[in-house]
């Protein structure tokens, strides 16, 4: 991918044409932060938190938008109850690909939060440095489906499809992409946990003490399965969307994350010879 700072380009993984945007240095020049969505998410609804994170940490920032999503190619539906995993583990390798990825840390929302962990946990590459999963979702909770089948009403009889469309170029798939699959009977047996036990590299996990889609227990889960560090941000008076609701707390907490994980990668530690 020809890197350049702001400008909207495309990318193809997963058979697919997908609209991305970088901010800051190149992989070749920086280490890299990998954006990835929440379920009704795209390149335009992070707003401007990628351009601030790069200009906060001096990362290069990549963002793009899955199929479905955005001005991305629509996806194939229906989607399948284990989207997420095939995300991690068949699309997400050649997005990394196309951009010349070379070390740094994918940040997720939501469900872009569990498919950060499912690559972490899933696919071998020692590159990733690290993990900041916002809002991740390890197992359904019959509150977050409550929301979700609000979110149904919400577009089938509301003005949320009419706000939707102003960022996807195909709304309905984006939509009904995600919600059906969410309020399929057989996804409330959906559990990604056993994967936290396989992440062996520094984890932060960000989310709003009043989360409409997921409780603490998302955290908890993270916390008591994890081995490796783990960072546990909880921010009062927010929801779902750290990012934009409280955006200096989360890009604070995001920046000295990966400022912690540079002075690590720096040390150099003597190694002394035996008997010395």
């Not at 790069?54 to 199929?67: D, I, L, M, N, Q």
Request: proline share 5%.
């Amino acid at each position: 991918m020809d890197w350049k700072s702001g400008e909207r380009t495309t990318i193809r993984a997963g058979g697919k044409q997908l609209e991305a945007v970088a901010f800051g240095p190149s992989p070749k020049d920086a280490p890299t932060i990998v954006l990835l969505h929440e379920g009704l998410g795209c390149v335009s609804l992070w707003r401007d938190f990628p351009e601030r994170l790069s200009e906060k940490t001096g990362w290069g920032v990549f963002v793009y938008s899955r199929a479905g999503y955005g001005g991305s190619d629509p996806a194939d539906l229906p989607r399948p109850l284990d989207y997420m995993t095939r995300e991690a583990v068949d699309v997400l390798p050649e997005v990394l690909a196309e951009i010349g990825f070379e070390k740094g840390v994918l940040l997720g929302h939501s469900d872009g939060a569990s498919i950060a962990a499912l690559y972490g946990g899933t696919v071998e590459d020692l590159r990733i440095r690290g993990l900041i999963l916002i809002a991740p979702h390890f197992f359904t909770e019959d509150a977050g489906l409550a929301s979700i089948a609000e979110a149904k009403s919400a577009y089938e009889t509301g003005d949320l499809k009419e706000k939707l469309a102003r960022h996807h170029h195909h709304v309905d798939n984006a939509f009904r992409g995600w919600n059906d699959a969410w309020l399929d009977p057989n996804f409330r047996d959906w559990n990604i946990g056993a994967t936290i036990d396989h992440l062996r590299i520094p984890v932060m996990g960000i989310q709003g003490r009043d989360d409409q889609y997921g409780s603490m227990a998302q955290l908890d889960e993270l916390e008591t399965r994890l081995y490796s560090p783990f960072d546990r941000v909880e921010i009062e008076g927010c929801q779902h969307a750290p990012h934009l609701e409280k955006p200096e707390e989360t890009l604070s907490a995001v920046a000295e994350f990966v400022t912690c994980l540079q002075r690590i990668e720096s040390t150099v530690v003597p190694i002394k010879a035996v008997g010395q």
